[in-house]
């Protein structure tokens, strides 16, 4: 399988936080395509680890279903499920919603500044045609919402589930895209929360990741 060039500098993790770390990055931004083998040896290899820390994290990334893993055989990166992908848009958005309900008492005009900054740096990235940025700053968005909730578990099924749609939109959004309307269901979003409109402000949540099904391929 094709390996990329490997990173000059990498921060100090264990090896099997280096493998997990890299090849989750691989699988999400689409280096590593739906159906790809994935070799032990190699990625020991490339890493210069023993196979065991690369057992690890593909453990690891098949409890997120991520990959395949198929007894005494190899494994392989998993395929997409057009349903299963609806499926996560809206059960991410629901969790979305969730957290604006367990962090709703803590919301205050700090939050509500700190999410316009995000999304006002948001839109300069959009201008710019950062796409990468664009997403990054799209999650911090959402994920503000989980910090103040200040659950675990949630933010965890959050994590895993964003992984997903991040995958999807990185393999199958090829062209930049359009985010002028999710920016302003953000803004949306912010205005009703400020005016203690909650059902509105996560009827726009929901939206927010629904709406993204409509420019899929499938």
């Known amino acids: 399988m094709p390996i990329p060039a490997k990173p000059l500098n990498e921060p100090r993790l264990t090896a099997k936080d280096r493998v997990y770390n890299t090849l989750l990055e691989w699988i999400t931004d689409g280096t590593m395509r739906p159906g790809e083998k994935i070799m032990d040896t190699e990625i020991a290899a490339y890493f210069s680890v023993s196979r065991t820390p690369v057992r690890e994290a593909l453990q690891l990334l098949a409890d997120q279903k991520l990959i395949e893993i198929i007894p005494n055989r190899e494994s392989v990166v998993s395929e997409i499920h057009p349903e299963e992908v609806r499926d996560n848009y809206e059960i991410i958005g629901r969790l979305c919603c969730l957290a604006m309900d367990k962090c709703a008492a803590r919301i205050d005009e700090s939050f509500l500044q700190e999410l316009t900054g995000i999304n006002s740096r948001m839109k300069e990235a959009a201008a710019a045609g950062r796409q990468k940025d664009v997403l990054a700053l799209d999650k911090q968005f959402h994920q503000k ?56 402000a996560q009827k726009t949540m929901l939206e927010n990741w629904t709406d993204t099904l409509v420019n899929l391929p499938f």
């Open 145 to 200: 919402f989980f910090d103040l909730a200040g659950n675990y578990f949630l933010s965890k099924f959050f994590e895993t589930l964003y992984t997903h749609c991040l995958r999807i939109e990185n393999l199958y959004f090829t062209e930049p895209d359009d985010s002028a309307g999710s920016i302003r269901q953000h803004e949306e979003i912010i205005s009703c929360l400020r005016s203690g409109n909650m059902p509105q």
